[in-house]
């Protein structure tokens, strides 16, 4: 698991990497219809990769994924707003609840014995 793991990385890391061909697309003077074609195709790839991985090891992903979203709307405020950090990234608010126990137990749910991993 450990050199399937390592070469996924590999993978993600080659796309994430492509980010900085977009940037310099942009800082180029690209068009927004261009660097919108390299987006979602970069979004695309790194999908259709996690998707792959997902399935060799027999894992829900759409209901993972599910389960990471509802917990990322528990990260709002006291309000119901979004917190963010300087990136845009989604902070933790005061209702947050981790998604891994619920994970777990879908995959348990499943059939999938997540301790012989």
């Not at 195709?41 to 993972?64: H, Q």
């Not at 509802?70 to 119901?80: A, M, Q, R, Y």
Request: hydrophobic content about 40%; glycine content about 6%.
């Amino acid at each position: 698991m450990q050199e399937r793991l390592t070469k996924f990385k590999a993978t993600l890391l080659d796309e994430v990497h492509e980010i900085d061909e977009i940037v310099q697309l942009a800082q180029n003077g690209g068009s927004p219809a261009d660097i919108a074609v390299a987006i979602a195709d970069l979004l695309g790839d790194i999908t259709v990769y996690c998707r792959s991985e997902a399935l060799k090891y027999g894992l829900p992903l759409e209901d993972v994924l599910e389960v990471i979203m509802d917990s990322n709307e528990s990260k709002l405020d006291v309000n119901g707003n979004p917190i963010y950090d300087a990136n845009g990234k989604f902070l933790k608010g005061p209702n947050y609840w981790k998604p891994e126990p619920k994970i777990k137990a879908l995959l348990e749910k499943c059939g999938i014995q997540t301790n012989n991993w």
